[in-house]
DNA sequence: TGCTGTGAATCGCTTCACAGCC
DNA sequence: GGCTGTGAAGCGATTCACAGCA
């Protein structure tokens, strides 16, 4: 147990806040879709509009990189994308394990934007046995018995926990034992981990509920400004920040 | 229940902090379990780590909602589930459609927290006709074609899009026509909406490059400190901040 | 001229440390 | 003595505004 203020400066090592870190898969994105219709350059109020973040955000953001783009012109797409691919660890293929295969995990197992970028399911493990060797996603799901080999056979470092809230600190624990130093998990629980094994969370009813609070707040202001009442056609605003990403807590640092 | 609630909460619930808005929901369940062991008070270190979080966060956290605490004794949880349920908008129950009945859209369906608090599924929607009338987690699927009917039926004022990108920001447009003021994005694209609408999204492949990132840090590093090596049984912390949750951007205000 | 890159100002959250009350 | 509630300090992220360069 960490009595001991292990008081580290968080983000130590290269300097990329955060917050910045969480922001460049959508960059990456919106690059992407530039990269593929051959646009061959964007400025930073363009990329910032179609990443949903304000320009000089973006633009601080990338100064954390390096010098990448161009005074009077723009950032060259081809090359931003694989900057930022390289920065995030993307031109290597990481292998990752889906634990527990019920809808959820079945469902992840089936998302097609795991392999699209650097991601590659190596396989699914579930403690049903009845569930062993049927194939998911065209993947034979595997049972929890052999998760530690599994995990060093594939050389996995990234797991997903897809289980139920009862089972996901424990099979967190094996993972960890095994090798597994980020973990990606949906179960509702808060997962205690060693230092250095980065956590992050996705909690459908957490969403929910900061939403309901929103919604109850709008409920009781109810005609406060002008405006308003006709939320149908009309002005467009590009969201400021959509959801958890602009966010800064991110992981659990080593 | 009701211990020390002398006080009326003085600071009527405007300023309260998006970041401790975005923690609400954490100390909620740690509280329901809790509730559910009969435990009749706790202290803000007990239930800070239960949450995952340090115990001056947690208290600063309810100072915005009120005095709810004893001093030299700590919390009552029935009062304490009582009021930040309250907070959150939880009394009431809010109808829920979700969009886009596919591998994810069916898994939240029968995903069982969604009921569990003030949240029901009023409707699934696709836009596929061979699904229309297919029961989903016992919820028969309705087409696309009758989305404003359904929205304005059921009041529904919160949607879940699990839909591909694609028709992300149309359907997104026709929740929002139709009455929808709150939105829950599965889909990995950024939605434009008008303000008053709140959007959070969600985004499987978004958390996976964020953990690649931290994951080929660490690679780079290797044998800074001196142990590493045994990651096991050993010390275990209470992960600081685990995922899109600490964070703060959150919705798009109004 | 136009757009990037960045110091400086600002904002908001977190953490500290202790006064206040049980 | 123990634990909450909170002013104040600290710190990271955002935003501003403009210098610097193609």
Tied chains: 1, 2.
Excluded at 225 to 230: N, P, V, W
Excluded at 239 to 253: E, H, L, N, R
Aim: with cysteine; aromatic share 6%.
């Amino acid at each position: 147990m960490a009595t001991g203020r292990t008081h580290r400066p968080a983000t130590r090592s290269r300097g990329i806040p955060e917050a910045t870190v969480a922001r460049l898969p959508l960059y990456l994105r919106a690059l992407t879709a530039l990269s593929e219709r051959s646009v061959p350059t964007v400025s930073s109020e363009e990329l910032a509009a179609a990443a949903g973040v304000n320009s000089a955000k973006l633009r601080k953001d990338f100064s954390y990189l390096g010098s990448y783009g161009t005074r009077g012109v723009g950032y060259d797409v081809e090359y931003l994308v694989y900057q930022i691919s390289r920065e995030l660890g993307l031109t290597q293929d990481w292998p990752v394990v889906i634990v527990g295969i019920g809808n959820l995990g079945a469902a992840l197992a089936n998302y097609g934007g795991f392999a699209s970028r650097g991601f590659r399911v190596a396989a699914l493990i579930d403690a049903d046995p009845a569930m062993a060797g049927k194939p998911v996603a065209g993947i034979p799901v595997q049972h929890t018995d052999d998760l530690e080999k599994i995990i060093e056979d594939n050389g996995v470092s990234i797991g997903v926990i897809a289980t139920p809230a009862g089972a996901a600190q424990q099979v967190c624990e094996r993972l960890v034992a095994a090798g597994v130093t980020s973990i990606l998990n949906f179960a509702p629980t808060v997962l205690s981990v060693p230092d250095g094994v980065d956590v992050r969370k996705v909690d459908l009813s957490i969403e929910l509920q900061i939403l309901a609070f929103h919604e109850q707040r709008k409920a009781g202001e109810e005609s406060a400004s002008g405006d308003g009442a006709h939320p149908a056609a009309a002005a467009r605003k590009e969201s400021a920040d959509q959801g958890p990403d602009g966010d800064v807590p991110a992981v659990m640092p080593a």
